[in-house]
């Protein structure tokens, strides 16, 4: 584990430790301000169908309204979701567009102004405090990643080093020349630089960092283990998405039993995905969220595809957001592989098992004769790189077993040499799937 951190516990703002029943009155409000404002947008006036806010009485009584998907959205561009004056946007995002064309997002003053109070939740629940330094590796531009934790960490009042993603060497100079307290990029970013500070022949311990705060993209509790180690970090996880805000819908505590959800502006439903029924507490489903207070763009039960669970336990930090558990992937990027379903974390949690492989991979699926066909190409730690065919062949089948032993379907192994994988300085693509093409 990373080295200790004295931790006197402290909250940033009271909207984190609300008492139950007081922050479902709030929720109540807000709902019906939230619906009341959508109502202005021709998408939603004909979506409600007259739909009186009024009537609203409870959170739960979110499950009468219609629900908004990236379809909808993507309809609506460039800006049928926008739900201010023009003169009043303050700023422009926009979702990654990673599966088709992208999303705006508008935000108001207002909004910029919540937005840095919930990413700056997060950040003191994972032990930043005023006066550390923080290097952001995030992508600064549409992306949400840069900006949103960069306006997030000085409403903590530490400070920043807006390195932005790329250009690994500079990274690593100024991990050395300045000694962040804290590193804040992807999951795979965070892999790629102590890669790149073991191959420089650097010392990791000479570095400074306590803390680490990854997000972005799915990650295993072994990946966490691996960078944890690596750089010698405090690391966790955070969550958001573009089209509700961006980070800061949910962020680990000290406790790391799940990420806190900002339910004070975020009302996070799990659903099962085909019935859109509730699933039960600490039960998987696909969140589904709707803002409360974003101006400029408000999303009513926005479908994120994914998933996740809440769970039912109070968390013993004092903060009162539920928690929610960490996303292990989307239902798009669920691959059905003769009929189970495989998310590409569950093989990165097998590589991590696998002493002898590194943990990039690439997973191809192909449908030959009508049959499903996955193949995983995994690199090799350097120090284990032999010519010999008996030992490659013993860890190819241990590779296949341990997918196996997770996924329940065979896997074809290929390995391949340390250091021939394509690396992220964002989120990793891990996928590619010849059978047909995703939208
Ligand atoms: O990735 C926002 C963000 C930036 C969150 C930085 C945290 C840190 P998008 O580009 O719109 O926004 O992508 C959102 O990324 O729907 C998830 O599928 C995935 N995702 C984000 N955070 C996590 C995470 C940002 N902690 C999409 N674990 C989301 C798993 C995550 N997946």
Redesign the pocket.
Known sequence: MSRSLAYPEAYFDPGECLPRAELKRLQTARLRQAVARASALPFYRERLGGFDPNSIQEPGDVRRLPFTTKQDLRDGYPLGFLAIPRSEIARFHA??G?TGKMTFVPYSRGDMENWGTVVSRFLMAGGLRPGMLVQIS?GYGL???GF??HYGVEKVGAAVVPVASGNTERQLSILYDLQPDALVC?PSYALNIAEEIRKSGRDPKSLHLSLGF??????TEEMRERIEADLDVFAT???????VV????AGECRERKG?HISEDNFLVECLNPESLEPVQPGERGELVITTLTKEAMPVIRYR???ISSLLPDPCPCGRTGTLMT?????TD?MLVIRGVNVYPTQIEEALLRVQEAAPHYHIEVTRPDNLDVASVKVEMRPEIFSDSMKDMEQLREKIARAISSITGIRMRVDLVAPETLERFVG?AKRVTDRRFKKD
């Open positions: 979702s990654s990673t995030f992306f949400t990643g949103g934790l992807t990854f997000g972005g993209e799915p990650w996880d955070n969550y958001g998405l573009s089209e961006g980070p800061g819908v990420q994120t595809r994914d960490r996303v292990t992937g989307r990027d989120k």
